[in-house]
Nanobody
Framework: QVQLVESGGGLVQPGESLRLSCKFS????????MAWFRQVPGKEREFVAN????????LYADSVKGRFTVSRDNAKNTIFLQMIALRPEDTAVYFC???????????????????WGQGTQVTVSS
């Protein structure tokens, strides 16, 4: 059974940086497209970024493009989300997700991902 465990969240000030990690276990990591989503109370889960199995293709939400970078280490079954120039509107619970069947047209859709972590809180506030 696939399991995902996020870490690295916390409280930072606007303009600061943070790096999230997501450890994958339970299956062949390189079969999976991995993604980050985020959610604030009362709103739908929002796509942030994803990365294809061998890291050659990535996709970002317009709101984070140029500030966030997704990467993966296939030897360690881990993905990362490097976040710089954080803004208060980046405050959310960040979730890691995995899919072995997602296609290009649905990559930004949360329902396309079968496996989810428990989430890690990121708070950007002065």
């Amino acid at each position: 059974q696939v399991q995902l465990v996020e870490s690295g969240g916390g409280l930072v000030q606007p303009g600061e940086s943070l790096r999230l990690s997501c450890k994958f276990s339970g299956s062949a990591f390189t079969r999976y497209t991995m993604a980050w989503f985020r959610q604030v109370p009362g709103k739908e889960r929002e796509f942030v970024a994803n990365i294809r199995p061998f890291g050659s293709n990535t996709l970002y939400a317009d709101s984070v493009k140029g500030r966030f970078t997704v990467s993966r280490d296939n030897a360690k079954n881990t993905i990362f989300l490097q976040m710089i120039a954080l803004r208060p509107e980046d405050t959310a619970v960040y979730f890691c997700a995995a899919s072995s069947t997602v296609i290009l047209s649905t990559m930004r859709t949360s329902s396309a991902y079968a496996y989810w972590g428990q989430g890690t809180q990121v708070t950007v506030s002065s």
